[in-house]
């Protein structure tokens, strides 16, 4: 038997406190990746996006454990969400507006032809609706600033204003980079109150 990685017990950028602001250097990682715009509580497209993730992510965790030897654990899901003014994130919470890419990250070792492999028989019965806007692609955020949220997406105003307008530069920082958000609990079975999302910028100096 082969040991089960555990990518959010073993990375670091996976871990955060609430109530607390870090620095966290992020190393360049590869993720399955959908993209979209609008309010992801009304938007077909974002559910769809979702649904075409899995399966994908789920082909690839099986030929790593039975093509390589190497089984891991599939990550939790993640997104990058930015509109053209980023007030409509902390002071009007404009979903219309947003764009926003969904995301499942995927071990450095599976490569284009495990992915492409992975798409087709992803496919091969009841093909997701948007399966085919499934793609591989790097991300490469380096230095970032995360807390931990814990409760509703929609209470995250106020923590994200006093990251944009007060941590990061009261710090000497600037945003860089998308807002980033890692959701550490299923928010399709969790209880809006209990959901716990990192959410983190990528910050230049």
Known sequence: ????????????????ERGRFRVVDVPDMQYLMVDGHGDPNTSPAFAEAVEALYPVAYKLKFASKQDLGRDYVVPPLEGLWWAEDMSAFTAARDKSRWDWTMMLMVPGWIDRTMFATAVERAGAKKPPTRLADVRLEPLSEGRCVQTLHIGSFDDEAEVLAELHDEYIPANG???????????????RKVAPEKQRTILRQPVAS
Do not use: N, P, Q, W
């Open 173 to 187: 920082l600037c945003m860089s980079g998308k807002h980033h958000e890692i959701y550490l609990s299923d928010f």
């Open 1 to 16: 038997m082969t040991d089960k990685v555990d990518f959010k017990k073993s990375l670091d950028t996976y871990r955060a």
